[in-house]
């Protein structure tokens, strides 16, 4: 999303490297979506982004995940669930993206004025019709994810929330996915990081565990949603190479049980 959304925000020949730099560090899972872009205007910048990156790599072996259900108008972001717009935001995404299937299509967020029943029918008549090979779900609630596993059925495999260790309130559907089999990707992961690279006076653990391993705290974060669950997959955002491959060492850090009992109880 920062490649796309950020201001001032990278050349796309620098975007570009980005994605190359995290592929090399050995990351399989690149997260996007329709509506990540500056405005109206270039709705779909992040999905040919990508799509160009991958290309440019060599095409290689990774899920790509993208979502529809946001709206752009000027810069403004709307909703939109219903059957039709979501088919038409898939095929349109398959095109930017350049692929037969979308690997996980997710739905973005819920949108009031469409019955979550009917956007839920829309991502299974997408599966049904081969157009996505995997479907799941973001900013749902537990009986959300329900029905969504009721409907969907076996393409439903995943849910996208909020959850750092300055946002925890989706911890219940963090702990229901796990129960479930369902990957679980907590968006903005470092929230409650400040720039400065520590963390707000609400977790100051984290900054000190950091410190004791002699590795940035956004890395202790990382591995400490590692640690949450076997689901859990955080799906960080990055506007440099030295970014994500900071990020990408967390699959590495292992934390001592002491070091999370701190960090959880921060």
């Known amino acids: ?17 980005v994605v190359h730099a995290a592929l090399d560090a050995g990351v ?21 982004l990508v799509a160009e990156a991958l290309r440019s790599y060599g095409s290689p072996d990774v899920l790509v995940a993208t979502k529809g259900g946001h709206t752009r108008s000027g810069t ?27 690997g996980l299509y997710q739905f973005h ?20 019709d081969g157009l996505v090979r995997m479907v799941g779900v973001s900013n749902a609630d537990v009986a959300q994810i329900d029905a969504a596993r009721s409907i969907v059925g076996a393409a439903f495999v995943s849910v996208q ?46 900054a000190e565990v950091a410190a004791e391993l002699g590795v940035s705290v956004y890395r ?5 949603h590692l640690a949450q669950a076997d689901v859990v997959v955080p799906i960080p955002g990055a506007s440099r190479a030295a970014s994500i491959q900071d990020s990408a060492a967390a699959a590495d850090l292992q934390l001592t049980d002491a070091q999370l009992t701190r960090l959880d109880a921060s």
Not at 1 to 17: H, N, V
Not at 80 to 91: I, K, P, S, W
Not at 220 to 224: N, R, S, Y
Request: glycine fraction near 10%; hydrophobic fraction near 40%; proline fraction near 7%.
């Open 109 to 128: 967020r819920p949108d009031p004025a469409t019955p979550w029943e009917e956007s839920m029918g829309a991502l299974r008549s997408l599966a049904d």
């Open 161 to 206: 929330n909020q959850f750092s260790p300055g946002w925890r309130s989706s911890a219940g559907e963090l702990a229901h996915c796990a129960a479930h089999g369902l990957a679980f990707l907590p968006w903005s992961p470092f929230g409650g990081v400040s720039a400065a690279g520590s963390l707000d006076s609400a977790a100051p653990a984290f």
């Open 76 to 102: 403004g972001w709307g909703l939109d669930g219903t059957e039709a717009y979501l088919r038409r935001a898939c095929e349109d995404s398959l095109r930017r993206l350049g692929v037969e299937a979308i």
């Open 28 to 48: 399989t899972l690149i997260d996007t979506a329709d509506a990540y872009s500056r405005d109206e205007a270039e709705f779909g910048h992040n999905e040919e």
């Open 220 to 224: 202790v974060t990382l591995a400490w």
């Open 1 to 17: 999303m920062p490649l796309s959304t950020k201001d001032p925000r990278p050349s796309r020949e620098e975007a570009i490297g």
